[in-house]
């Protein structure tokens, strides 16, 4: 093969791997059809249902719609299969958005991708996956985006703590794994977090350890500063701390077969100087604090591939809500971050407003409606309550013409008994 056929070979070998490649898509966009492409697990047989819903607000009635979780205090399971992918030496991105609309207290909104092994019926929290990704609310402590990778059977979480959105709205959600084994984060196609997949979780074992035979010197002083031995404590200082009160006097009626001996109270000495102690002078023999030694750790060994995972072919929701109603929508598993970050604005970033205008509609209309439920019943405590003194005034008036005939009804007796007599 010629040296020209080679170059073309290495060329055209290039291009397949730059190719744009969607793996996976879900906007729930054609009714009811996505029953068919999601598997509910049965592993449990009181899972949780999911629906198709915008939601109570929204941005389009239609391209809003995605799986919404209907239950309160359920566990949910739910899982869609794709063709079977390696990300090896390209990019791996994973999207969604999540919609917390019920002011969620504690609950996931994470999503998993598993190996294509996966039995979707069968699938639980147990269930081995690869990545999982998404924002976990718990109580005011726990406001949280979960990145775990699965790295040689085993899970681990990311070090750092990136903080996810905790109010009602659609956010974007967006994770990229380079095959250089660096990673990105976005939130509503901001980056958030970025760095290196070794540095930024515990996959490997560290570079260095401490030398197991280095031990510190006997004769190394770590202390910076040391008694003045020059000094000598005054002749003068050593004072009681408390004295008799120079000023008490023993009172005309104490008697002492009754009341024992008199004693001043105590007070504090004003010439007390309290314990004595050298002066602090720089230590000559002082050597800095004493560092333990390092070497390589024989157990490191570098992995290029750590990004990489050989079967990619389920994504799933596998969580617990205390309070239901997540909307999940915008699936998107490629290799092309700028594609990613192109169909996160076409979708989410053409709603995002128009959601926000109708939630604050709805607001301003209940805020509406309450104001004037609170004005009709101060109202109608204020005709009670006036309903009531009118009651009371009519009684009284009443009273007081009963009492005015029984007046006159004694009036007219004592006159009629006078008339006899």
Request: with cysteine; proline share 5%.
């Amino acid at each position: 093969m010629s040296a020209l056929s080679l170059l073309l070979s290495a060329l055209s070998v290039a291009s397949i791997l730059a190719e744009t490649t969607v793996y996976f898509r879900e906007q729930f966009d054609d009714g009811d059809e996505w029953t068919n492409r999601w598997v509910e697990s049965k592993h449990k047989n009181d899972y949780g249902k999911f629906i198709l819903s915008a939601g109570k607000f929204y941005g389009d009635a239609e391209k809003d719609k995605g799986i919404q979780t209907s239950q309160d205090a359920h566990f949910y399971s739910a899982s869609a299969r794709f063709t079977s992918f390696s990300n090896e030496g390209q990019p791996l991105v994973l999207q969604f958005t999540v919609k917390h609309e019920q002011s969620i207290d504690c609950g996931g909104g994470y999503i998993k991708l598993f190996p294509a092994q996966l039995n979707q019926e069968e699938m639980h929290g147990d269930s081995t996956y690869n990545i999982m990704f998404g924002p976990d609310i718990c109580g005011p402590g726990t406001k949280k985006v979960h990145v775990i990778l699965n790295y040689k059977g085993k899970n681990h979480l990311i070090n750092k703590d990136i903080r996810c959105k905790d109010d009602e709205y659609s956010h974007l959600y967006t994770l990229v794994l380079q095959p250089d084994n660096t990673y990105q984060v976005k939130i509503d196609n901001k980056k958030v977090e970025s760095g290196s997949l070794e540095e930024d979780w515990d996959l490997l074992p560290t570079k260095k350890i401490k030398d197991p035979d280095a031990t510190k010197p006997e004769d190394w002083d770590e202390r910076e500063k040391i008694p003045n031995p020059d000094d000598k404590k005054p002749e003068e200082w050593d004072k009681p701390e408390n004295i008799p009160d120079p000023d008490a006097q023993k009172p005309q009626d104490w008697d002492e077969e009754m009341d024992g001996e008199w004693e001043p109270a105590m007070v504090t000495n004003p010439e007390y100087k309290g314990e004595w102690k050298p002066s602090l002078i720089d230590n000559p023999a002082y050597k800095g604090k004493w560092v333990h030694p390092e070497i390589d750790n024989p157990e490191y060994t570098a992995d290029a591939e750590i990004y990489k995972y050989d079967s990619i072919g389920v994504i799933g929701l596998d969580l617990w809500q205390v309070k239901s109603g997540t909307i999940f929508d915008n699936f998107l598993i490629t290799n092309d971050p700028g594609l990613a970050e192109e169909v996160g604005n076409d979708t989410w970033g053409q709603t995002k407003e128009l959601e926000k205008k109708m939630k604050e509609s709805q607001d301003e209309t209940e805020r509406v409606a309450r104001e004037e439920e609170d004005k009709q019943r101060k109202d109608e405590m204020k005709d009670g309550e006036e309903e009531e003194e009118k009651e009371e005034e009519e009684e009284e008036e009443e009273e007081d013409e009963d009492e005015e005939e029984e007046q006159d009804e004694e009036d007219d007796t004592d006159s009629n008994l006078k008339d006899e007599l």
